[in-house]
């Protein structure tokens, strides 16, 4: 009989800790996904993924070796809802292939825990009812931006504008089964983890 693989979710916001979150779950040997590095892979050239894409959107999105370009995607679907949910409707369901396919490989390594981070996890969508439990990790706005510019190369103002396309993330509790608020120090977000890991298992 196969293994009974528990798979969880990590959802937030941009600069929330849901990075600081994987890094601790890797510590512990739980085997740990970024959907966003996995939609990279899916969408690489030869991909089914890559070619709907290229058929919906055209060769404008290319770079000059031919693979997405994923900044052009962007530009194109962040102010547009109808070309978006085409972009969505084309990677989910190749993207949910591949968390599935990911939760059975590590099944048969006998895992307990699958971790899975995505800042649009939740219960409502695919992904959100394949797996069993959805931790959303929540931060002040303040502490967010402050994460934020000392991390990548964006301003303040596109850190708020990301957060406001992002803001159905938080609006539904019912959408998680736990909420951590993760505004101290990392030690309190390790601890609150742990209590959560130790209810989930049993």
Do not use: W
């Amino acid at each position: 009989m196969k293994n009974k693989i528990i798979k969880i979710g990590i959802s937030g916001k941009i600069g929330s800790g849901k990075s600081a979150v994987l890094e601790l779950l890797k510590m512990k040997n739980i085997p740990c996904y970024n959907l966003d590095l996995e939609s990279r892979k899916i969408m690489k050239p030869g991909m089914v993924c890559y070619e709907k894409i290229l058929f919906t959107f055209g060769k404008e999105i290319l770079n000059k070796n031919k693979s997405l370009n994923r900044g052009k995607i962007g530009k194109i679907v962040f102010n547009d809802k109808r070309k978006r949910d085409k972009l969505n409707s084309i990677v989910h369901p190749e993207l949910l292939k591949r968390v599935k396919e990911l939760t059975i490989k590590n099944a048969d390594k006998k895992k307990e825990f699958i971790v899975f981070e995505g800042a649009l996890i939740k219960k409502t969508t695919k992904i959100g009812k394949f797996l069993d439990k959805i931790i959303l990790i929540k931060s002040f706005q303040r502490i967010i931006i402050e994460r934020v510019l000392a991390r990548d190369n964006k301003t303040k103002e596109e850190i708020k504008k990301i957060l406001l396309a992002q803001k159905g993330i938080t609006q539904n509790k019912n959408d998680y089964d736990f909420i951590v608020n993760n505004n101290g120090e990392i030690s309190h977000l390790f601890q609150k983890l742990n209590s959560i890991l130790e209810k989930i298992s049993h």
